[in-house]
């Protein structure tokens, strides 16, 4: 049996893509609204599809189409790409004590399939480090919902531009759907505090070109984040419950 099969037998991969099931609605239906943005931006197909798969960062996509629309120049493209994903930094440093051991391709391919929703139920589903082959299967299981949803809804968005209206507000709908998700994880006054100094900050700075306030936003709600972490209290340390699926 090889290596894939037997991730896709391991009962952890059932669990964490039974995990990811409900979050999937919202990031199909935001892969809907880019695949839509990018191909009514003027992207090929090829082009458009290329993108989403190689990038594969939807956050980052849609931050930075604006700006290649708007003929923004590539050092502000860039700039706003590296700034929406600097959280992805903090992801792996938390990532460093359960995939240190696997080789340097591998955890590339981590990398890769790593979104926040992965991220965050794989940290709430291992609190401490365990077996390497059920933290790999629940990664799997978790991240091929993920990626199936944002593609293939991106897929059929960049398919459908033409023939699906402006006038179903899609965008909107897109927006809600990431809202609610992304009230789910607000679970304590770090993130709380971080959400509203994001909020004031890209209100501030919304006069600011190339929607250049994103990037003012998150600046500043991960320096918040890194401050409240820092001067807060230790967390008491979670011990592992021995469960096993």
């Known amino acids: 049996m090889t290596a894939s099969q037997r991730l896709w037998r391991h009962p952890e991969f059932a669990r964490g893509a039974h995990e990811m099931r409900d979050v999937a609605l919202g990031i199909g239906a935001w892969g809907l609204v880019a695949g839509i943005a990018m191909a009514k931006a003027g992207l090929g197909a090829a082009l458009a599809i290329a993108m989403s798969l190689c990038v594969f960062a939807g956050s980052a996509q849609l931050a930075a189409l604006p700006l290649m629309v708007q003929g923004a120049p590539l050092w502000v493209i860039w700039a706003t790409a590296f700034c929406v994903n600097l959280r992805f930094i903090i992801f792996s440093a938390g990532w460093r004590p359960y995939f240190e051991a696997l080789s340097r391709p591998r955890r590339l391919l981590v990398a890769y399939f790593t ?12 609190p401490q480090p365990g077996a390497m082959s059920d933290q790999l299967a629940y990664v799997a299981g978790n991240a091929t919902v993920s990626w199936c949803a944002w593609q293939g809804m991106t897929i059929v968005g960049v398919a459908l531009a033409d023939v699906i209206p402006s006038r179903w507000g899609l965008g909107f709908a897109g927006s809600l759907a990431l809202l609610g998700i992304t009230a789910s994880l607000l679970v ?58």
Do not use: K, Q
């Open 115 to 126: 979104v926040d929703f992965t991220y965050i139920a794989f940290m709430r589903r291992f």
């Open 188 to 245: 304590d006054r770090g993130t709380w505090i971080a959400a509203a100094v994001a909020a004031c900050a890209a209100w501030a700075a919304f006069a600011l070109p190339f929607h250049l306030n994103i990037v003012v936003a998150i600046a500043a709600a991960m320096a918040v984040g890194v401050l409240v972490d820092h001067v807060a209290p230790p967390r008491p340390r979670v011990e592992p419950s021995g469960e096993s699926a």
